[in-house]
């Protein structure tokens, strides 16, 4: 029943794209990610995410619409929509998601992060 401090966990990672789990709560991870840049298209059938911004904005691309989130924004991902995050610079990102969800869903990729590291 520690506290986490959000900004002492970011400052021990620099790479993109690569989510750190920082607790775990009914079945539920919260992970820190910092994104620059596009990452892959992709979509989890069975997993809702929640992304919320701590630092910085991105825009979370859909096949039909352009979301925008800023600092101190979330948004909510439903299970079965495909999308893609893209930040111009870097942006700081908590999410909410089930344990056994992997970064890039569906979608085959470099990028696959199997066993996130815990902070």
């Given amino acids: 029943m520690d506290k986490i401090n959000l900004q002492e966990k970011l400052d021990l990672f620099d790479e993109h794209w690569k989510p750190k789990i ?10 820190l990610a910092k994104f620059k840049g596009e990452f892959v ?11 919320m911004v701590i630092n910085g ?3 979370m691309q859909f096949r039909d619409r352009i979301v925008t989130v800023e600092k101190g924004e979330f948004i909510i991902v439903p299970h079965g929509v495909e999308h893609c995050p893209r930040a111009a610079e870097e942006v700081h990102v908590m999410l909410f998601e089930p344990a056994d969800t992997l970064n890039t869903g569906d979608a085959e990729s470099d990028r696959v992060v199997t066993d996130p590291e815990r902070l």
């Fill in 57 to 59: 904005s991105f825009e």
């Fill in 22 to 31: 920082v607790g775990e709560l009914n079945g539920q991870q919260v992970r």
């Fill in 41 to 51: 298209w992709h979509k989890h059938e069975a997993a809702d995410e929640l992304f």
